[in-house]
């Protein structure tokens, strides 16, 4: 069984710092991983999402990574801002099935 | 396009009543999903579609019907409820699953309170 982990659970940079947010999963098996961001009392908002054929993706001042040999993906943030402050969620999409397994999520707090 | 939308955002309900969460999209997506989210559990798959008139259970069907008559709209019952499903629930949406599965797309969820 799929089991997704994001460690850790909570994080708090001043303003301007670049940071990143780990993302790690049992069974490389996967079609892709997704990265969400969640306000509170919000739905998710997709950031980006890496196919496992593909070692990174970017956007803007995000950038995310995928090691499908070591279950590890990263989310990168540069030039972090107080607008950044959310919850992030990762989530495998492994082969054959066809449900999204989620991580509990990082909650990052940019101080101004 | 209005994206993913569901109703009502907040709904509460005694225990032993039903109810219907409704989710729709414009987006022409074949894949729909029915997700609750609960303190440090995470987002768990309650039911999901891979097209209209195709449903199938996901991790924790208990409790839950769905239907999907249409490609728009995939709504989820709730046949008579329990404390145990006061959560937020969330539909998604993608163009279509499996291998080329892509990104999924989030309504802004229905907060349920089971008293």
């Known amino acids: 069984k799929q089991e997704v982990t994001q460690i850790p659970a909570a994080l708090s940079v001043p303003e301007g710092e670049n940071l990143v947010l780990n993302c790690s999963f049992t069974?490389?098996?996967?079609?892709?991983l997704q990265w969400f961001r969640q306000d509170p009392g919000k739905g998710l908002t997709s950031l980006l999402l890496i196919q496992s054929s593909q070692r990174e993706q970017t956007s803007g001042r995000l950038n995310a990574s995928l090691d499908k040999s070591s279950g590890r993906s990263t989310l990168y943030i540069a030039a972090s801002q107080p607008g950044d402050s959310a919850t992030y969620l990762c989530a495998v999409r492994d082969f054959g099935n066809e449900k999204l397994t989620f991580g509990t999520g990082t909650r990052l707090t940019i101080i101004p | 396009n209005a994206g993913v939308t569901q109703t009502p955002k907040f709904q509460v309900l005694k225990t032993g009543q039903s109810m219907t969460l409704q989710c729709a999209q414009d987006?022409?997506?074949?894949?729909m999903s029915w997700y609750r989210q609960d303190p440090g559990m995470g987002l768990r798959l309650i039911h999901y579609?891979?097209?209209?008139?195709?449903?199938d259970q996901g991790e924790v069907p208990n409790g839950y019907n769905v239907s999907r008559s249409t490609t728009e709209d995939f709504p989820l019952r709730l046949l008579s409820a329990a404390p145990s499903q006061t959560s937020v629930y969330f539909c998604a949406s993608s163009y279509t699953s499996g291998a080329l599965g892509g990104t999924q797309y989030f309504g802004p969820g229905t907060r349920l309170t089971v008293l």
């Open positions: 579609s891979v097209g209209a008139g195709i449903t």
């Open positions: 987006m022409n997506h074949e894949y």
């Open positions: 069974d490389s098996a996967i079609y892709n």
